[in-house]
Every structure is written in C-alpha cells, then in structure tokens.
C-alpha cells in the first residue's frame, strides 16, 4: 500500500497562482503511474494529469493544459502540480492517486491509492 499526502491547497486570488504537492510513501516501488484529479462539489471527478514513471512522461488534461505543469521530484516521491493562472472554474478538492498500471491514463478506477486530497478555494 502506498500512503498519499497532498499539501499546497489554498486559497487564491484568480490570476495567482499556486503549487500543489503530494508526497508518497509505503510500497513505492509498486507504482508505476501517478496523477492528480479533482472534484468540485457536485461535480464529477475530473483527471488532470498524469505521470508515468517508467518513462518519466506526463499529460495534461485537455482543459487545463495551457495553465497546469506536472512534474516529479523521483528523489522525494513527490508530484507536483503547478496552477498559473488560477481561474474561478479551479476551484475545487485536489486529489493525488497511484497506479501500479505502467501506461496509465486518467481513469480514476486503474488507481489504486488516494490522497486526503487538498482543496483550493479561488475568489474573483
């Protein structure tokens, strides 16, 4: 099992921006794939990226791909998520997962551990 804990939420002016973070820990060495999605309230879970780590590629949802960065530190475990610039329609609980599927898509039920998830609240 792999222990997930997503830090950086906030709250953000629209137009800031903010840098998300999650940590993984437990069996690492099981996965393969890890992203992040979100859910807004009374919204359904939205992926947003994803990294696979065997070949260290990532991707980018269609509706956030001119303002959110993945990237990974592989020394820490740690996926990072960078949101510039924030818009009112981020809003919402940031959720990090782990794959152990090697060519992972943004199909939230190929993962098999979450986070608590961290949320980000954006006034206008």
């Known amino acids: 099992q792999v222990q997930l804990v997503e830090a950086g939420g906030g709250s953000v002016q629209a137009g800031g921006s903010l840098r998300l973070s999650c940590a993984a820990s437990?069996?690492?060495?099981?996965?393969?794939?890890m992203a992040w999605f979100r859910q807004a309230p009374g919204k359904a879970r939205e992926g947003v990226a994803r990294?696979?780590?065997?070949?260290?590629?990532?991707a980018i949802a269609d509706s956030v791909r001119d303002r959110f960065t993945v990237s990974r530190d592989n020394a820490s475990n740690t996926l990072y998520l960078q949101l510039n610039p924030v818009k009112p329609e981020d809003a919402a609980t940031y959720y990090c997962?782990?794959?152990?599927?090697?060519?992972?898509?943004?199909?939230?039920?190929?993962?098999?551990?979450w986070g608590q998830g961290t949320q980000v609240i954006v006034s206008s």
């Open positions: 437990g069996n690492t060495a099981s996965v393969n794939c």
């Open positions: 997962a782990a794959s152990t599927y090697v060519n992972c898509g943004l199909s939230a039920n190929i993962f098999r551990d």
């Open positions: 990294w696979r780590l065997r070949f260290g590629s990532s």
